[in-house]
């Protein structure tokens, strides 16, 4: 599906915005490839910042999408887990944040659960999968930067990841774009509430 996207821009933080719009979220560990995910579709080189240190985006950040032949929403990118560096009163903080988003939250309707396609499942993901299996947001498990690996090593990881999941991952690179338009069908379906 070819979605045209007319604006794209910052829309400030959670709690303080993102009412009244449907909401995309991006969660995955810290570097898996968030930021970078939601830049390619949006078809934007730089609406949010992407980084090779590790732990950059702290904060619930939404940005307003604004779609051709399409209602508005907000991409909502999520700080990322499981960064070494961090302490340990940052890691909690970030527990609490996550878990206050996630829950409680009618204007979410489907969740991007990032994971790079080189790594297993990890208690993060697990974590977040429990977090909204009590709510009726839904998940999709995307796994990353696909273009690192060859064609069949995409395709033995990937089940991999679906035998641990229960559920096959979409298969994305934001630097080919590969898989790109399989979100976007999610993302149209979640919205419009249609079955996957
Ligand atoms: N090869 C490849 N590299 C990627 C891909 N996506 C992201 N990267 C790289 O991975 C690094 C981290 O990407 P980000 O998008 O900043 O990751 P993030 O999940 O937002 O990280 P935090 O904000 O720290 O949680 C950057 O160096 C990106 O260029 C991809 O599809 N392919
Ligand atoms: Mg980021």
């Given at each position: 599906m070819?979605?045209?996207?007319?604006?794209?821009?910052?829309?400030g933080v959670f709690p303080h915005q993102g009412k009244g719009l449907p909401q995309?979220?991006?969660?995955?560990?810290?570097?898996?490839?968030?930021?970078?995910?939601?830049?390619?579709?949006?078809?934007?080189?730089?609406?949010?910042?992407?980084?090779?240190?590790?732990?950059?985006?702290?904060?619930?950040?939404?940005?307003?999408?604004?779609?051709?032949?399409?209602?508005?929403?907000?991409?909502?990118?999520?700080?990322?887990?499981?960064?070494?560096?961090?302490?340990?009163?940052?890691?909690?903080?970030?527990?609490?944040?996550i878990?206050?988003?996630?829950?409680?939250?009618?204007?979410?309707?489907?969740v991007m659960l990032l994971v790079d396609i080189r790594r297993d499942l990890g208690a993060g993901e697990r974590m977040i999968m429990d977090l909204l299996s009590a709510t009726p947001a839904r998940v999709v498990l995307v796994a990353t930067k696909a273009d690192k690996l060859s064609y069949s090593q995409r395709l033995a990881h990937a089940s991999r990841l679906a035998r641990q999941a229960g559920a096959a991952p979409v298969i994305t690179s934001a630097s080919t774009g590969d898989g790109l338009d399989v979100l976007w069908e999610r993302i149209i379906e979640a919205l419009a509430g249609r079955q996957a």
């Open positions: 070819r979605v045209k996207i007319r604006n794209a821009a910052f829309a995309v979220a991006f969660a995955g560990r810290s570097n898996v490839g968030k930021s970078s995910l939601i830049n390619a579709l949006a078809g934007r080189k730089s609406l949010v910042r992407t980084s090779k240190v590790p732990g950059k985006t702290r904060a619930v950040n939404l940005f307003r999408l604004d779609l051709v032949d399409l209602p508005p929403l907000f991409f909502v990118d999520l700080p990322g887990y499981g960064y070494a560096k961090v302490s340990r009163s940052v890691s909690a903080q970030w527990g609490e944040l878990s206050a988003y996630l829950t409680d939250n009618t204007d979410l309707r489907i």
